[in-house]
């Protein structure tokens, strides 16, 4: 029987799918990414490879294991390796935009998104915004509501984005992707 690696950062979150491996008999591993080691050239176990990577890691100060993920998943893609939830899934994962433009082109109503780059460009698309509704901004990477603040309107939540700038320069600002999502029009 081929053995399954569950690769993740979060021993609890991937505790059931290791108990119902462990049930049926199949060989399993854990790989704990929020404390490895990769070596690049090494090759890898014939195994099935199951990635629980979770975009939540930061909030359990597991930050690193993202991007280690990210290239130890290539490294499994470059030897031929069969990953469940590989690369594909975990940039999906990741990314609440890519998760919107999946969303939005199969026809599924979503609330207006716009990805900022920048808190400058931020303010500024708060700012612009006419629209009386409320106003959803997130990082785009995140993960079980971490980051996430409701605001009554865009005009409310300029304020409050010119007002926290106004206490750090905005180049010390460290860089992160935004959504702002209001309600009711198509994806943007």
């Known amino acids: 029987m081929v053995k399954v690696v569950v690769i993740g950062e979060d021993y609890e979150r991937c505790?059931?799918?290791?108990?119902?491996?462990?049930?049926?008999?199949?060989?399993?591993?854990?790989?704990?990414?929020?404390?490895?080691?990769?070596?690049?050239?090494?090759v890898p176990d014939d195994a099935v490879y199951f990635?629980?990577?979770?975009?939540?890691?930061?909030?359990?100060?597991?930050?690193a294991s993202i991007p280690y993920v990210r290239q130890l998943l290539w490294w499994l893609h470059f030897h031929g390796k069969t990953v469940v939830n590989g690369l594909?899934?975990?940039?999906?994962?990741?990314?609440?935009?890519?998760?919107?433009?999946?969303?939005?082109?199969?026809?599924?109503?979503?609330?207006?998104?716009?990805?900022?780059?920048?808190?400058a460009q931020l303010w500024i698309e708060l700012s612009a915004a006419s629209a009386p509704w409320p106003v959803i901004l997130k990082p785009?990477?995140?993960?079980?509501g971490s980051g996430v603040q409701a605001f009554a309107s865009p005009a409310v939540a300029a304020a409050a984005v010119r007002e926290a700038a106004a206490s750090v320069a905005l180049e010390d600002i460290p860089p992160e992707l935004w959504i702002v999502q209001v309600r009711g029009g198509s994806f943007v």
Do not use: F, I, Y
């Open 15 to 42: 505790l059931p799918l290791l108990q119902a491996l462990d049930v049926r008999g199949v060989p399993v591993e854990m790989w704990n990414v929020s404390r490895g080691a990769l070596l690049p050239t090494a």
């Open 51 to 63: 990635c629980r990577q979770s975009p939540s890691a930061a909030a359990r100060n597991h930050g």
């Open 88 to 119: 594909r899934a975990l940039e999906m994962e990741m990314s609440k935009a890519c998760q919107m433009a999946m969303l939005h082109s199969r026809g599924l109503n979503t609330p207006r998104t716009t990805l900022v780059a920048t808190p």
């Open 140 to 144: 785009d990477t995140g993960g079980s």
